[in-house]
């Protein structure tokens, strides 16, 4: 396929995905590539992105995989620098690598602290503020940033503190980001997901206690990753031209129950 592929909602434009090893964001890269962008696959598992590379390339897609660990500040920069260099500016930029703690607040480490919020907080920080320093730079146009925060940057749920307080992070600095780069033609929102199955997850649906939990949500289910395709793409598309500064929440009504 050539480089300038423009089919698709996307066309050729260059996506980064973070945390694309697995879950959502292996969906949400999927999904791009299918609308015509060129997916930069980022994460630190990188035989998990070879494999996605070579499934996304086998369905005509273009992917390239980037090493990524979002806990350090030089492989942030390394890692946005080896994605333009494969597919040139980033435009769109998925920052959707994130970690869980599930503890009473009572038995959180320090360490587990520090994972937790240097990871979805701190990282999402610092992916965001390098690409956007590079659209900027260069005066690319239509900019489109999806922070991947959580139903429970609002809601208060025992048990998952600091993930809490990092989606709570994430979801005000959408908001700050939004205003400090209206003008450059960057859109930064926050999709919001409710439970979706995933490793983030997965265990804990099969316990008597995860059983019981889905009973309670208004769908009696845990989402697919394939149930937020919509709201990604509508919040990277360019249709999406004054949606900037939002969250859109996805979550068969769980967080009003
Ligand atoms: N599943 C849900 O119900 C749900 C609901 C709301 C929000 N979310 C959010 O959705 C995002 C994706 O989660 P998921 O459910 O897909 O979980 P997952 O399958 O565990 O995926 C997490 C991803 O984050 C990456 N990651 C973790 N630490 C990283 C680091 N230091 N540097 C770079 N990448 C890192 C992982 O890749 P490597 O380990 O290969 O680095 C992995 O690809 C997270 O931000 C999560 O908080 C999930």
Not at 15 to 33: I, K, M, N, Q, W
Not at 55 to 77: P, Q
Not at 200 to 214: A, L, M, P, S
Request: overall charge neutral; some cysteine; aromatic content about 4%.
């Amino acid at each position: 396929m050539a480089d300038d592929r423009s089919t698709g909602l996307l066309g050729g434009r260059c996506a980064l995905v973070t945390g694309a090893s697995s879950g959502l964001g292996r969906r949400f890269a999927t999904v791009l590539a299918r609308e015509g962008a060129r997916v930069v696959l980022a994460a630190r598992r990188a035989e998990r992105l070879r494999d996605l590379r070579t499934e996304i390339e086998g369905a005509g897609g273009r992917a390239a995989a980037v090493e990524l660990d979002v806990l350090s500040d030089g492989s942030v920069t390394a890692a946005v620098a080896a994605a333009e260099a494969a597919f040139g500016p980033v435009q769109i930029l998925v920052n959707n690598s994130g970690v869980s703690a599930q503890k009473r607040i009572v038995d959180m480490s320090a360490g587990d602290y520090d994972r937790v919020m240097n990871t979805n907080a701190r990282g999402a920080f610092l992916v965001a503020r390098e690409v956007a320093r590079r659209i900027i730079d260069a005066s690319v146009e239509g900019g489109r940033i999806v922070n991947v925060a959580s139903i429970l940057a609002e809601k208060a749920v025992r048990e998952l503190s600091v993930y809490c307080m990092s989606k709570a992070a994430l979801l005000h600095l959408t908001r700050v980001q939004a205003l400090e780069w209206a003008r450059f033609g960057i859109n930064v929102n926050a999709l919001c997901p409710g439970y979706v199955r995933t490793e983030i997850n997965d265990e804990y649906w099969d316990t008597d206690r995860g059983r019981r939990f889905v009973e309670s949500f208004p769908r009696r289910r845990v989402g697919d990753a394939s149930d937020l395709d919509g709201a990604l793409l509508l919040l990277v598309s360019p249709e999406s031209r004054m949606i900037t500064g939002s969250a859109i929440t996805v979550d068969d009504a769980l967080a009003i129950a």
